[in-house]
């Protein structure tokens, strides 16, 4: 196979270990720099708990482009991070993986608009874990038929936005299917506020942070005189790395912006 010249950012995350390590299991890919918050013009092999990897760190993903002219940027970081990486690298002419979340659907459209116009493809990966994105299709079948629907997500007590982005993606794939309505008792009131979480187009999503949580989410349908629950749980970040190799792999081949791992799992 070809090989496919990738930056990490947020290579000292959870998810960027990760990332290095699907770097080193996987042959095709040649890990060419990686961007940290700090630790400019040291190797990553100098990073606290890297592996011996000769890769240049860089704070400034504008150095990191031009001096290392990859293809794929990985972005693993924040919201904030992650909004700034994904403009820099469409500029730059980098096919941007964004495991990032916390982009709402009018910067997924903008972003959208950017990618058509420079002809470039890039990707938005609310959840990369098959069983996460299964999850999410079935529910969306689930809602054309019990649109009486409630999502609890369950994350790790570091995560920094909520509702997650498997949790806004699931409830958008869910109003594609179904009419808005209001869930609930029609004169129902929030005694304590946020008690019933946040709301689109009537849908209820709950959002749990506890330690000891990985990422996990039940998608919880009522009917008449039944329940329906559907559910995901990520054990470890390892669920994660077959979509980002999947993501890697399907960017360079895109000329456009995908939202949604659902779109290039057949
Ligand atoms: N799409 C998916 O399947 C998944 C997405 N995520 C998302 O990925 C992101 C990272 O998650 P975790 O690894 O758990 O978080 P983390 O907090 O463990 O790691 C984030 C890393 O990014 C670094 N960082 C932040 N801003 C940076 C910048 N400007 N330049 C370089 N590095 C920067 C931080 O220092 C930190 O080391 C989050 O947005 C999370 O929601 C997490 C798991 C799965
Ligand atoms: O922050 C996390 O951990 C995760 N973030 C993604 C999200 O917001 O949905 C994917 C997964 O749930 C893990």
Do not use: W
Request: glycine fraction near 8%; include cysteine.
């Amino acid at each position: 196979m070809k090989e496919i010249k990738i930056v990490i950012a947020g290579p000292r995350g959870n998810m960027g270990r990760e990332a290095v390590q699907l770097m080193q299991d996987t042959e095709h890919f040649n890990l060419v720099a990686v961007i940290d918050r700090k630790h400019e013009g040291k190797k990553l092999s100098e990073l606290d708990g890297m592996p011996p990897l000769d890769v240049p760190v860089y704070t400034e993903i504008e150095t990191c482009f031009t001096e290392t002219q990859p293809e794929v940027l990985i972005d693993l970081t924040s919201p904030e991070s992650g909004r700034k990486h994904i403009h820099a690298a469409l500029e730059y002419g980098v096919r941007p993986v964004m495991g990032t979340t916390g982009f709402t659907q009018e910067e997924i459209i903008q972003l959208r608009q950017k990618t058509e116009e420079k002809g470039i493809g890039a990707i938005i990966a609310p959840n990369f874990a098959i069983g996460a994105i299964l999850m999410m299709k079935f529910a969306q079948t689930a809602a054309r038929y019990m649109p009486d629907v409630e999502i609890m997500e369950m994350h790790h007590d570091r995560k920094l936005d909520a509702p997650s982005g498997t949790a806004y993606k699931t409830a958008q794939l869910m109003a594609e299917v179904r009419e808005a309505k209001i869930q609930g008792h029609q004169d129902e009131e929030e005694t304590m506020e946020g008690a019933r979480g946040a709301e689109l187009e009537g849908m209820r999503i709950h959002s749990i942070r506890l330690p000891g949580l990985v990422a996990h989410q039940e998608v919880l349908f009522g009917g008449p005189g039944q329940t329906l629950s559907i559910r995901h749980d990520s054990i470890n970040r390892a669920s994660f790395m077959p979509g980002v190799r999947l993501s890697v792999e399907t960017v360079l081949t895109l000329d456009t912006l995908v939202y949604g791992l659902e779109h290039i799992i057949e």
